[in-house]
């Protein structure tokens, strides 16, 4: 292709982001991998998200090991991280779904943890084997600890939009798990469309319900790409005044407990459609795009960003 019929780039990222994106690649993107991944495969993974400009990078769970094997080496992810001279103002989150996983990961040294509960019964047994109601009190002994220890607590609901198991999910259901969340002491609230089911519509009224009981400023979107709403799903929540998106990197990713789910909504495909609207992210798509190429070839599985296919089709031509 010729340099003058090449598509006119949306306007570079300027210093200070106007949205905030948290990289789930290094835990959603990699839990539900079959194959070991290693340690330093993990770890070079990171550094390279951050040096594309992602100041928050999920990066590891404080899960059973039985449960969720890929996230066994989550000390020694924690332990080989980049330093803060390296990557200056980089917060590295950790999920947390007890006080026990909450003690290894302070212990590791995290200075954020999640914590998450599912709006669907079903969702939350085969997640993590108990109720609704179970994993908030489950989440109250994490808030305390998290307060005394000055650590940062987020919160995820997962199957805002639908659930695997159960079906439809009503948004007063998410509304009255988020509200309570927040009262826990939870900085900000991520909804998960865990099976990527959710289209605009359904967006539209999940945070125009979810917004009647809490801040629209509390919340994030985290949209799975599964039937391949994802880009359009984080337009309409930006639309509906979002500004913290969740996305992995060449969209890497399913959930173990979530039959058939894809990945995250890509972060090359998220910060295109971002920078486009005006929005600056502080993240360079070139870099980010290299990274996903890399770890897709680490991996050997196809590049799930359309983003960052399109601009290495443009870098080879
Ligand atoms: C929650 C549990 C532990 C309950 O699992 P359980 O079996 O009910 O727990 P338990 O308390 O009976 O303990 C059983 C064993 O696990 C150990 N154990 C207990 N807790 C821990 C811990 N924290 N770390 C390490 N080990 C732990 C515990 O010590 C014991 O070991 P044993 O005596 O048998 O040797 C389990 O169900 C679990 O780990 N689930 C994790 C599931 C998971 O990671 N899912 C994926 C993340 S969520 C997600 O992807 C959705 C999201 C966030 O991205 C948003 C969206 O898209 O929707």
Redo the contacts with the bound molecule.
């Keep these: 292709m010729s340099m003058s019929s090449r598509p006119p780039a949306p306007p570079a990222s300027p210093a200070a982001p106007t949205v905030r994106l948290v990289e789930?690649g290094p835990r959603?993107g990699l839990?539900n991998e079959r194959q070991a991944i290693a340690t330093a495969t993990k770890l070079a993974l990171i550094r390279r998200l951050a040096a594309a400009g992602l100041k928050d990078i999920e990066a590891t769970?404080?899960?059973?090991?039985?449960?969720?094997p890929q996230?066994a080496d989550h000390a020694e992810v924690m332990a080989g991280l980049p330093s803060a001279a390296e990557f200056p103002g980089v917060n590295y989150p950790v999920?947390?779904?007890?006080l026990?996983?909450f003690e290894?990961a302070l212990a590791a040294g995290a200075r954020e943890v999640?914590v998450?509960a599912?709006a669907s019964e079903a969702f939350s047994q085969k997640?993590?084997?108990?109720t609704v109601a179970e994993s908030i009190a489950r989440f109250e002994p994490i808030l305390a600890a998290a307060q005394t220890a000055g650590v940062r607590v987020r919160g995820?609901i997962?199957?805002v939009l639908g659930c695997p198991y159960q079906g439809e999910v009503a948004p007063e259901a998410v509304a009255a798990i988020a509200r309570e969340l927040l009262q826990m002491g939870c900085f900000e609230v991520?909804l998960?469309?865990?099976i990527g089911i959710g289209t605009p519509a359904g967006v539209q009224r999940l945070i125009g319900t979810v917004g009647e009981q809490v801040p629209v400023a509390r919340l994030a979107g985290?949209f799975?790409d599964t039937w391949g709403m994802g880009v359009a799903n984080v337009a309409e929540a930006w639309r509906q005044g979002v500004r913290v998106f969740d996305s992995s990197v060449a969209g890497l990713g399913g959930?173990?407990?979530a039959k058939g789910a894809t990945g995250n909504v890509a972060t090359e495909d998220l910060v295109w459609l971002l920078h486009g609207l005006g929005e600056s992210t502080g993240v360079d798509l070139e870099a980010l795009a290299a990274c996903g190429e890399w770890i897709c070839a680490e991996l050997g599985r196809p590049n799930g960003s359309r983003a960052g296919r399109a601009l290495r089709a443009r870098c080879a031509a």
């Design positions: 789930v959603d839990q769970a404080f899960v059973s090991p039985k449960w969720v996230m999920l947390t779904p007890n026990k996983g290894a999640a998450f599912a997640n993590i084997n108990c995820y997962s199957c991520s998960g469309d865990t985290h799975h959930c173990p407990y």
